[in-house]
Structures are given as C-alpha cells and as structure tokens.
C-alpha cells in the first residue's frame, strides 16, 4: 500500500477542509495606484481615500459602542466601501450599514464572535472573501440586493439559523484560478432555513422532503451546493439514508444482501457527472458539488430524483449507507494524476470485499455487478487503478481536528486491505449480485437451501434455476418481507 496520509491529497483538495480547520486571513494583492491613498480618523472611525476622489473607505473601526452606526459620510466623502478586517476581531454584537455601502472587503468582519446579527442593505454589490469568516454567534444574516458573493463569505458561521437572499445573488471568486462562490457557506453547521423557510421537512411515508419555493431552490444550487456541512444538507441526507435503509433492505437476509439493495439503489438513483450544466454552471468534476456524499444526496433532491457525483461522492455515500446498515467499511483511493478514482472496501460474512458502484454506475445503465464483492486479486487483474492504493479517511473524520482517531482509522484500513489479499472469491456464475444456490439468502450455500428452493419453485412453475434468484430477490423486496414470511404467507 502506498504512504498513508492522515488527511490524502485527494480529500484535502477535495473538500477544502485546510480553510476551515483554523480561522483563515485571506489576503488579495493590493491595487496598484497612482498615489497613496490618505488615511485620517474622525471620531470612532479610521477611513482613507484618494486624492481627487469624492468617495471613502472604513479602514478600521476604533470604538466601544458595541452597537455601532457606520457614518454615510467622512471628511466630506460618501463612505462607499467597508474595508478589509475593518472590524475584524472586534466585540460589536450588531452594526448599522448605510445605504452608501457598494463594497463589503475581504475579512471585513472576520472573527466578529460577538456579532448575533446583520443586515446587508440592497446597495451592497459585493460582498467579498472571508467577511463574515468566524462569526460564530452570528444567528440571522439578511442581504438585501443582488450581491456578488464570494468565496467563504460566511465561512464557519456556526450559529447561522436563517439567511435571508435576494433570489438575484449572484457568485463570484477571488481570482481567475479559483471557482466562484466555493465554502460561501461552509460549516453553517446550524443552517436549516432560507429566506424564513424552513429547507428540509418530511414528506410521503417518511421520505424526506425540501421545498419546493423556486426562489429558494436557485439559492440551494448557487450557493450552498458548492459548500460543505451545513446542517439542513446534512439533515436531508441523514434522513434520507434511514429512509432507504426502511425501505430497500430485504428483512432476515445476509449483509450481501443488503449491500446489494444499497448498491442497486445507488445505480437507479444516481448518476455520474455528464458532460453539459447543472445547476446553471459548467460541470467541473472538482466542484465541491460533485465531492461530497451530502451534496450528491442533496441533489438526488433538487435534480428530479437523480442525484450526481463523481467517484469521491459516489464511495462516500455508499459508506455512509452501509454504515447504517451496521457494515462495516473503507473508501479505498488511488490519486495518480490522470487515474484518480475512489471505490470502497466492505467486510461482508466476515471477508474483506472490493465494490465499486461508480463502474457499475457507467456500464451501460443497467443494474450490473461486474464490479460488486470482487476480491481484491480479482479487481486488480481487471485494471490496475486498483493497485497501490490508499485508504481514505472517512467523511465525518475529515472534519474532526483528532489525529490520533484520524491514525487509528487508517491503521484499522490497512488491516482490512491486507486482508483481502486472502479473500475467497463470491461464487455469482449468473451476476446478478447473489451468492449461487444461496436461495434463504443467509450469505452461506447448505442443505437448507435445498429445502427453500423446493418451496420457491412453486412461484416458478417453467422451472427454477439460478438465473431466477434475482427474480426471487426482487419480489421479496416488493413485498418488505423475510424470505420465511413470504413463503409461509402463500401457503408453501
């Protein structure tokens, strides 16, 4: 196995996590200019301006007034931009913008930990990188125009609750090389409505629902795709998971079993990332959208049912689903540049197996199993993107600051890699996902067997043979009963 990182290059450039573990200064080239700008104080503030120039900038604020009015004018100049870490570290709870403000800088209010509330008038066009970063009693932000957001705007705003948007927001980024608007709203980790309206709600027999307020929506694909962990995301998706959990899982059957209806669900629910748009913006499998398992559950949401991701996103959420239905598992990597790819490794009646959703995903659009429950010597032979590969940390790791929890998780992987060099191969001759002859669907091929098939047989008076198990299977399914159950319910 190759060197093992605590965080792999492919998570840390993936989910942007090195920007919010600690609280980040962000810093853009100044201008050049003609002249140095003058900077005087007046009272509480401490603003500059160019010469000739009929307009100002707060360059810091300098009171105590915990509540502080930002001044429409100063030296007889209209004050038109707040700018960077203006009020950074201070105390103030709230501030008054004037209706003079076009421009909000970089840092503007970073670590403003005491600030509860704002309000962003409609002549703010900008709103810039980081300034509102670390604002985390921040609970109700309102912008009033259609600002240009930019990237982690409101990064780690932890208390935020409600944000209320002009639906005419737009993105923007810092420079050319970075997508705009990315983490606008990361770690909004309290985040649950928009524009008063409460996200995610539950709908039709438990399946969990967002609203269908079109202005809101926009606002979701925007901003918040391009964002990780924030709390009505993270809602949707835990519920969703418990969800298919309920009503995918084939009662009293094997964790092979359940690892296949979690993979089916996958392929019949999700697709990979296509060529064209979503979500009104060039797709660009870098996207944090396309990452992370929240944003591809989220999007099987927005999209008509059809949630998009790419291999990274695609492995996390198939760990996340079979970590709710108590197996246990591993994303594998591998990050050679040009062969990037994520898949996950399960342990499944006691054996380390490969299982790679995403390929079965792309082969064709049927359900297929050319790439569930192979041994690891079987999945090298077939390509060698799966040699020498990592273990990735999982999602929930990723964002705990715990090296030693962080080690001790890789550790355990690698293990389980090892492992799998010895696994025997998933006799499935037919695949359809479904060990041979297994017809009580226990995970083990015996007598028992036997006799179930010998009952089975009456649902198939043509004759029954291994190619009828995923018939078999599929009408257990259906019916949300245990094999037994359904045998003994039609009288055989």
Known sequence: ??????????????????????????????????????TKTEGDWR?????????????????????PEIPEKRGGKTVTTIGKEAFENTRIQSVKIPSTIKTIETNAFHGCYSLTEIVIPSSVTKIKAFAFNYC?????????????????????????ENIIMNPNCSRAASSSSELPAKGSFNNCTSLTKINNITVVSTGTNGKPAITQDKDVKKLIELFMMRSDNIKFMKDYSNK??????????????????????????MISNCGYMTTGTKF?????????????????????????????GVCHAFARAYQRLLTAAHIDSYILYQDT??????????????????????????????????????????MEQMDSIYKNCGIELNEALLRKDNNAARQEYLDAGEVAWKAAK???????????????????????????DTAMK???????????TDKNMKTWVYKLHKAHKTPEQFLTDAGY
């Open 136 to 160: 985390t009693k921040l609970k109700k932000a309102e912008i009033q125009g259609a600002a240009k957001i930019y990237n982690y705007a409101f990064n780690n705003c932890t208390a935020l």
């Open 240 to 265: 969703l998971i418990n969800y298919i959990i309920k009503t995918e899982l084939v009662a009293g059957t094997s964790d092979a079993i359940h690892a296949r209806q979690l993979h089916d669900w």
């Open 47 to 67: 603003y500059s301006y160019e010469s000739g120039s009929s307009v100002a900038t707060i360059v810091k604020y300098i009171g105590s007034d915990v509540k």
């Open 337 to 378: 540049k040009g062969s990037e790819h994520s898949w996950n490794l399960a342990k499944i009646g006691g054996k380390w197996y490969y299982i790679d959703v995403t390929w079965d995903e792309t082969s064709g659009g049927n359900l297929t199993y050319t790439y569930f429950m192979k041994t690891r010597k079987q």
């Open 1 to 38: 196995m190759k060197h093992r990182r605590i965080i792999s290059l492919l998570s840390a450039a993936l989910m942007g996590f090195s920007v919010t573990a600690f609280p980040p200064v962000f810093f853009e080239q100044a201008e050049i200019v003609a002249e140095a700008a003058t």
């Open 280 to 308: 009104d913006e060039p797709k660009d499998e870098k996207n944090i959208e396309y990452q992370t398992s929240d944003n591809l559950f989220m999007s099987y949401g927005l999209t008509n049912w059809v949630g998009e």
């Open 454 to 464: 010998k009952r089975i047989a009456n649902f198939f008076p043509s004759g029954l």
């Open 422 to 448: 010895n696994t025997a191969a998933y006799t499935d001759s037919n695949s359809d996902g479904v060990l041979d002859g297994d017809w009580n669907l226990d995970g083990v091929k015996n007598s028992a």
